[in-house]
């Protein structure tokens, strides 16, 4: 399941909703990043998606993690609109048989959702605001999985 | 008239998110909208821009009718 909220979420809810009633599922991992107030230069983050579009996008990044890794399932929520420093941005949950995979399919989700999911996002603090673009790291954590394609 | 969307620091250099702009390509659509900005003209130039036509990534150009949704992708940064 895929979601974008401009309600603020709490993650432990999320995990407790998608652990239950699974006799098969032998793991499930879970990712839960948190805005950061950068020691005061970010009072606000806010974040733009393209309605539709966006979900479409993370539908066709999460089948390709659902493929490869063999999950049983997966959760994805994504927060739009205005956050504040330590509110849940983004989690993830992935379901499989054995642990590896879903360690991997969360780390590869993350990944992906960090520079190819359609999200814009500007930090607001009290010397202006900026857009913030994928770092180079960013696109090297991506690079990872493409040289590893099965 | 095709529908026009700007995302990201676009609409900001823009001042604007959604227009209704006639122009019968996306290449015709860039120029026409570059010629009216000069600051959004670097902007679209910068690299990283995507354009999507009705949701759909195009690379290139492309033909679009009364009814399309032109909508110009600044570099993506979620999570």
Redesign the interface.
């Known amino acids: 399941m895929i979601s974008l909220t401009d309600q603020s979420f709490e993650p432990g809810a999320l995990l407790t909703a998608f652990s239950q009633d699974r006799s098969e599922t032998g793991a499930i991992a879970t990712f839960t990043g948190l805005a950061r107030a950068e020691r005061g230069a970010t009072t606000t983050l806010e974040l733009e998606a393209y309605p539709g579009f966006t979900e479409a996008a993370i539908d066709k990044i999460a089948q390709q993690a659902k493929a490869r890794f063999t999950l049983d399932d997966f959760h994805i929520v994504h927060r739009i609109g205005k956050i504040a420093p330590g509110e849940a941005i983004v989690f993830v949950a992935t379901a499989a048989t054995h642990r590896r995979a879903a360690f991997e399919a969360c780390d590869f989700l993350m990944d992906y959702l960090k520079s190819r999911a359609p999200f814009w996002k500007k930090e607001t603090g009290p010397d202006g605001s900026r857009w913030i673009e994928p770092r180079d790291q960013d696109h090297a954590d991506i690079a990872r999985w493409e040289s590893t394609k099965p | 008239m095709a529908r026009v969307?700007l995302?990201?620091?676009l609409s900001?250099v823009a001042g604007w998110r959604s227009r209704e702009l006639e122009a019968d390509s996306i290449a015709a659509l860039t120029a026409l909208l570059s010629d009216e900005d000069a600051d959004l003209a670097e902007a679209l130039a910068r690299p990283?821009v995507q354009v999507?036509l009705d949701?759909e990534i195009v690379r290139g150009d492309a033909v679009l009718t009364a009814r399309s949704e032109v909508?110009y992708?600044?570099?993506?940064?979620?999570?």
């Open positions: 969307l995302f990201g620091r900001d990283g999507a949701q909508a992708l600044p570099p993506m940064s979620g999570g």
